[in-house]
């Protein structure tokens, strides 16, 4: 059987891994697709370590738009990341009658729309695991283990970075930039970290599951983006002590009204599974009616978790590759002539429970006051701690959790409470998630 020939763009952390394992496992991978699957050929502009890393097995070029050229390639593999060259190069593969594997969550979540559509007038595929959760084959669940499914609800840990740093905040009792130093020093977060911290590549990964799980459109521009930045050490602590935990979660849901789609800080019960995930991993909990909740735990990030979900892509489009266009799995899940645009909700209809910390005097009728402003706008509390002051201290924490309300309800009682007299600088708002 000949073999499948792919075209490596990009020998970095993630390509190298690829190469690794494609020539390491090549006699289980060929068992499994059919026939053998071997690079071909590599693009990088670092030619010297391209050749290291390849060790003369096959061709290596330092221009991309050669490979995706190249008539010997069946399979182009996007190892480059980000959204120009990368978006041109996925493109012309397309154009050339190439299937496509790619790890470029922000370009799936940014073009995704143009792409896909451009790979299904083609008859090629475009196939990302790698894109949203490292090793963890979650596109393979969500497009087709839970196929039989509405799916419901999607929350999920899908940045390593921010999680290690949460937990280490949580377990030290460190403030957020000191954490970060470290996670810089032990290689979990970039030189410039601001897409991890600040919620963006977690967005560009919920973007991508949220359309796969409800049959929508790409809409990334459409997402409330929250990061850690400014979340403070005492905050993980009172949740703590309320039997929480902080992550940065990616949530999705359907509801009657649309799709919610956020990624910002939240409290989530000690006792439930996701929220025991510590360190640099990634876990997705998936809320589907016929099989309940099911969660996808491991590595999220890494040369060779990685590496494994771009290979089980490659095996995935050799098996395909001389199947009718009609008879594969389409990329989205949902049949392209039945994708529906359903509204994304902005961020104010959206429904939470919340975590209010508020700092005022020590004096009799505040906390009677607060509670009423609450009470004007429907917001039911659901437990509180009132911290006493220190000693030779006038003022004191008080703590909320609300139930359930709308986002608008709590931004106007925010609004009130923080022009009361006796209240000090700036409320800390958090949202909270059952998950149940």
């Avoid at 738009?65 to 008539?71: I, W």
């Avoid at 595929?125 to 596109?139: L, Q």
């Avoid at 995935?316 to 994304?344: G, K, N, S, Y």
Wanted: hydrophobic content about 45%; charged content about 25%; aromatic content about 6%.
């Amino acid at each position: 059987m000949k073999a499948m020939n792919v075209g490596l763009l990009g020998i970095g952390t993630v390509g190298g891994g690829t190469f690794a394992v494609l020539k390491r496992n090549a006699e289980e991978i060929t068992r499994r697709a059919g026939r053998p699957i071997q690079v071909s050929v590599v693009a990088d502009r670092n030619l010297e370590h391209a050749r290291q890393v390849t060790g003369g097995s096959c061709r290596v070029v330092d221009d991309a738009f050669a490979v995706v050229a190249d008539p010997e390639v069946d399979i182009v593999v996007e190892l480059i990341g980000g959204y120009t060259v990368a978006r041109e190069l996925v493109l012309k593969a397309i154009e050339n009658g190439k299937h496509v594997v790619t790890a470029n969550k922000a370009l799936l979540a940014k073009y995704g729309n143009e792409i896909f559509a451009a790979a299904q007038k083609k008859g090629v595929m475009v196939a990302f695991e790698a894109a949203v959760a490292g090793g963890i084959p979650i596109i393979k669940a969500l497009r087709e283990g839970l196929t039989a499914n509405r799916i419901e609800w999607i929350a999920g840990i899908i940045n390593g970075t921010t999680n290690f740093i949460l937990s280490e905040m949580r377990s030290k009792g460190l403030p957020f930039a000191e954490v970060l130093k470290e996670a810089q020093r032990l290689g979990y977060a970039e030189a410039d970290p601001t897409f991890d911290v600040e919620g963006v590549d977690a967005a560009h990964k919920l973007s991508i599951m949220s359309a796969i799980a409800f049959g929508t459109p790409m809409s990334f521009d459409k997402a409330y983006v929250e990061g850690i930045t400014k979340l403070e050490a005492a905050d993980i602590k009172y949740a703590e002590q309320l039997g929480y935990r902080i992550k940065l979660l990616g949530i999705t849901k359907r509801t009657p009204e649309g799709v919610e789609l956020r990624v910002h800080p939240t409290l989530i019960p000690t006792k439930r599974l996701i929220a025991n995930v510590e360190g640099a991993m990634n876990a997705v909990l998936v809320k589907a009616d016929a099989v309940g909740a099911t969660m996808y735990y491991g590595k999220g990030a890494g040369a060779e978790p990685t590496a494994s979900a771009v290979i089980a892509d490659l095996v995935d489009v050799t098996r395909m590759h001389t199947a009718d266009p009609e008879h594969r799995v389409p990329h989205l899940a949902f049949q392209p002539e039945a994708m529906v645009d359903l509204p994304i909700l902005p961020l104010a209809e959206v429904v939470s429970s919340y975590y209010l910390r508020l700092r005022v005097e020590d004096k009799p009728g505040v906390l009677a006051d607060i509670t009423r402003i609450l009470a004007d706008q429907q917001i039911s509390i659901d437990a509180m701690i009132q911290r006493e002051p220190e000693e030779g201290e006038e003022q004191a924490d008080i703590i909320f959790l609300t139930h359930e309300t709308r986002e608008r309800n709590v931004a106007a009682a925010i609004e009130k409470i923080e022009s009361h007299p006796a209240v000090k600088g700036k409320l800390t708002r958090l949202r909270l998630e059952g998950l149940l």
